[in-house]
């Protein structure tokens, strides 16, 4: 480990959502890092940090991509995600591992140098040197997993109050679930239609243009709520808009 | 009925993994004491803050030869009925009641008198309660079928904490019962909104005495 | 109560447009959050009570076979008959023994939840006895045959409106919106006849003191008091998990109780009971009983459910839980909802008939957070779904779609091969329909690919950038 080096080696895990469906998070992602001083590899090896497979109880698949992530990711200095709820996994692989010793020990070892995007920038790097202008008014949705289970609050804050023109309005309840919740929102659409819609008339009550999140989960959710409601409101992952790279929102087609 | 004793404590043996039982490790938590809330102000102050807080009211007397003249003005405030339960407690039996009242010390009275006046082991600052073991003295159905409960009691045995109470009411003399009693009956079991007067007294009144 | 959990899903979305259930929930959601967090704020160190609450209860647990016998020991030392129940069948069996040998025709029973879980009330009445609810949110669901839908407050589904409806047809008052004090004070009128009145009452017991066989009692309406003072028998109901070993401990959790459940700092009133009337004592019941229920907690004590046997029952998970804030208690369909529910169904009424449970849940960690004696409520739920999958329990397309899922996922060359193919081939933008799918795009678009995945273009970067170099 290098971590007292100039420049500390980052891993980033993209994650399987952002690979797939939003390329541009982790090129932001990538962006900010390098901004922060650091050196960004994405090792091929990676794919998807198991979440799906250990949250549905389906043990020896979460088992198996956590020693493929483990494999993949453990050379580096520093494993970021841009994920809540992915870092969270990538913190419980030790649990998840338990019974086989050296797995674990490995598993312990990538867990404390595992982070989510703002939480590295801010906590372990402490640099909020944003370069970024978002002239609009935006709320924040804090994902379950990130402001839980990593404490993870004032970190997106810390940064987004730097970046030009923005205005960013609380919700109401910064504490609700918006109801993704992985495969429960296919399992249950309607809780979890429901869930949104709560979640949804409290960004509408703020008058902001725009929502911002650090986990792409919730994001499609809520975005593809707002989308089949004809809302004019977009959704961005908030390491779009710290890299200036925000355009076209989630589900949009044109800018 | 043994059978089902055994098959229970067996199967809570089995699951604990041992065949007889094992005498329990020390507490350790019990070490420090838990966190509890602090105050500067004295323990009857602050006694009578918190159960005023919770819809009890509290009224300071010098002497305990007050308290008759303190339940009659009460009565007095509330209309023209008279009757009133003294608890068979010799402290309050002792006492020169006024011709006025109609007393009566049976707890079968209970049922109809619209106020009893008891007297409290003890008081808890913490929390604004008032201490009621059972017994001869304190007959449990005077203090919750009425109405109106008056309770007596001495700064003296005022305690600053609910741990406090088993300092002064040892383990092996526990009564029946004791009941801490920590404002007049409430619900909220009506769209969520609080109120008075649910099954037990519609209102505490307690004399502080001292 | 007859389960019917495993309709969950119909009557969760059954539950979202029931508009009457719907104004009660939003009403009752707010409150329940605000008083319990007002009063952890009021609290010079709620963390550490929390902590030493776990503690409390992990140390009972560990020796629960001498804590029993303790308590049992000191219960019978006080005069108290202690009676054992493995199951909910000989806890019915024992309390229908102990209300014919009293020759009783009316019980009065204060709120508990281990009566709801092995159905006092139907037992008692096909007995030919008559049987009352006398916490106000049990007597309105009694009169409303229901079963309750928080563990709390168990009339929290009913509206002022409804309840008014309730009182006049069972009271014959007068069919009109009416406040909530006058409604208040006529159930007080009705109840206080059957009180006087009945033969035996039945309460539960909120914690069950070792070491010196109290019985702890937390109620705010005084009915539990009544209960256990008027007739001539009292009978206490209470799981084998809720010992704890002294008075002092028993300060602990009520403290943590009340401030979880009402945000109180105490109830209005804690009664601790202990034995038997005394010889010189005019008042309270001439017999006392006290039925320990176990009914699966054994079991659960060994396996790797251990953890909820500290539950306290205070109903904050269900309070903090955003699918029982959206569906109410009843979709559950048994006796314990929300997150508590959830795991606690499963392991007394099986994991067959309860398949939704554990899953019906978004893993948001908030019961986990404010949960008085810091059960982990997520893993456990987490646990449960693994032994679903162990079992062959959960099925469907999704479950294939997971499977092929992490198939691909373990291979990552042909998995990002394949995911480069999808992100090309797709159309952008976002999609009102998805092949093999309704569950997403019943109520949302789904956001689709953007020409390339991530690692496709990153690796076409790195080669650009190492021609230029
Ligand atoms: S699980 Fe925790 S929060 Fe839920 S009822 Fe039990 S003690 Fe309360």
Known sequence: MNANAARPRIGLFVTCLVDLLRPGVGFAAVKLLESAGCIVEVPGGQTCCGQPAYNSGDLSAARALAKQTIQAMESYDYVVLPSGSCAGTLRDYPRLLAVEPVWRQRAQELAERTFELTSFLVDVLGWDAVDAEFPATVTYHDSCAGLRQLGIKQQPRRLLAKVAGLDLRELRETEDCCGFGGTFCVKYPELSTRLADDKIADIEQTGARAVLGGDLGCLLHIAGRLHRRGSPVKAYHVAEVLAGMADQGIGEDKP | MTDAR???????????????SVEPAPRDYAAQPPPRPSWREHGPERFTRKLERVAGSCE???????????VLRYLEGLGDDRRLLVAPDPLLQ???????????????????????????????????TVVLPSGPHRPPSMQLLPDHLIVVLRTEDVVDYVEDVWQRIAAGTLPRTVTFMTGPSRTADIAQTLHVGAHGPRRLHVLLVG | MKSTAHLFPEQARAALTDENLQAALRFAKGGFIDKRAAAVARYPDFETLRERGRRIKDHTLAHLDVYLERFAAAVEARGGHVHWAPDAAAARSILLDICRRAGARTVIKGKTMVGEEIGVNAALEEAGLEVVETDLGEYIIQLAKEPPSHIIAPAVHKTRAQICKLFAEHHGSPDTLREAPELVAEARRVLREKFLAADV????????????GTVVLVTNEGNGDLCLTLPRVHVVLAGIEKLVPTLDDAATMVRLLVRSATGQDISTYTTFITGARRQDEADGPDEYHMVLLDNGRSRMLGDEFREMLRCIRCGSCLNHCPVYNAVGGHAYGWVYPGPMGSVLTPQIIGLDATKDLPNACTLN??????????????????????????????????CWALRLWGWLARRPALYHGLT???????????????????GWTQSRDFPLPQRTTFQRAWSRQAKEERRHD
């Open chain 2, 6 to 20: 055994q098959a229970i404590l067996n199967a809570v043996r089995q699951a604990l993994g041992r065949s007889a």
């Open chain 2, 60 to 70: 300071r007397l010098v002497e305990l030869a007050a308290v008759p003249a303190a």
């Open chain 2, 94 to 128: 002792g006492l020169e009641w006024p011709a006025a009242l109609q007393r009566s010390t049976h707890p079968q009275d209970a049922r109809r008198y619209p106020a009893a006046v008891i007297t409290a082991a003890l008081g808890i600052a913490e929390t604004g």
């Open chain 3, 201 to 212: 009452g039945i309460t539960g017991g909120n914690f069950l003191v070792a070491e010196t």
């Open chain 3, 365 to 398: 960690g908030r019961c986990q957070e404010i949960c008085p004696v810091k059960i982990p409520l997520p893993d456990l739920l987490r646990r449960l779904r693994a032994l679903q999958f162990e079992r062959g329990l959960i099925r469907g397309p999704q």
């Open chain 3, 420 to 438: 480069a193919l999808i992100a090309r081939l797709s159309p952008r933008g976002a999609a009102r329909r998805l092949p093999l799918d309704s």
